[in-house]
């Protein structure tokens, strides 16, 4: 992770710092470098002005260029689905999940991988992000074709907690879901979708994902992980079927 720094005083930032905490100058990020300008006035590596994301009062710092037609920065536009607009608590939640959903992307940004936007091609990444507790039904968490739903309800700390010590799952933050979730997508986007040698190299070190999803997850929630499992996964949830074990094992390659 870059050390970024406050584009007036040059004191540490955060990822997720709106001013600074030494001299309170306004910042944004610049995502074309991945690093703190001020607000207003800054520019790109070139040379065209950038603004503040529409969503700055919800919390988020990323900016755009001046000339772009959209008022949100990319990652609220990877955002597909948002809770009402007369939803606040939500909404708050959402601004809270932006932060992780940023950090995700700066993270992927920064192992290179690539993050092509559903608007742009087929099957391109997007998010839909809702809460269970909306009054308008389950939400499932989980990816389907680019697509990554989170519920917003988990960003809530005592439900997680619960949620986490009954799964028996230690990484069950937001941002542990997203590079799940994220993981699942990289499968199916770099690997299953161009086949070849790569899904024979993938199938040979996770196991064959045409395997049953239906019985892999009676059979985990009946009986949980085999013994020994520690030897060979790096999760209990891994255990349960191929996708899962790349997707926890993408997953903490992000973390470290
Ligand atoms: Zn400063
Ligand atoms: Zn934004
Ligand atoms: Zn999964």
Redesign the pocket.
């Known amino acids: 992770m870059r050390l970024l720094r ?1 584009p ?4 540490p930032a955060w990822l997720e710092s709106l001013e ?1 905490r ?4 306004p910042m944004m990020l610049a995502t074309s470098t991945l690093s703190m300008v001020e607000v207003p006035g800054a520019v790109d590596d070139h040379g065209t002005p950038l603004v503040a994301c529409v969503n700055r009062s919800w919390g988020c710092n990323w900016s755009l260029r001046a000339d772009h037609p959209a008022t949100a920065c990319f990652s609220c536009r990877l955002t597909r689905r948002r809770p009402d607009a007369d939803d606040t608590v939500a909404l708050e939640r959402l601004a809270e999940t932006g932060k992780a959903k940023r950090r995700l992307l700066v993270g992927l940004a920064d192992l290179g991988l690539p993050v092509e936007p559903y608007w742009l091609v087929d099957g391109g990444l997007a998010f839909d992000l809702l809460s269970s507790q909306s009054g308008q039904g389950p939400v499932v968490i989980g990816h389907a074709g680019g697509v990554i739903t989170i519920d917003l309800a988990e960003s809530l700390d005592a439900l997680r907690e619960q949620l986490r010590v009954t799964l028996g799952e230690p990484y069950r933050t937001m941002l542990g879901h997203f590079r799940h979730e994220v993981g699942h997508y990289y499968q199916w986007q770099l690997v299953e979708r161009p086949a070849g040698s790569l899904l024979d190299e993938c199938r040979e070190v996770f196991g064959d994902e045409r395997a049953s999803y239906a019985d892999a997850l009676n059979r985990h929630y009946a009986s949980g992980a085999p013994a020994g499992w520690e030897t060979g996964f790096i999760s209990e949830y891994a255990t349960m079927h191929p996708w899962e074990d790349f997707a926890e094992t993408f997953a903490h390659y992000q973390h470290i």
């Open positions: 406050c007036s005083c040059g004191f600074c030494a001299c309170g100058a």
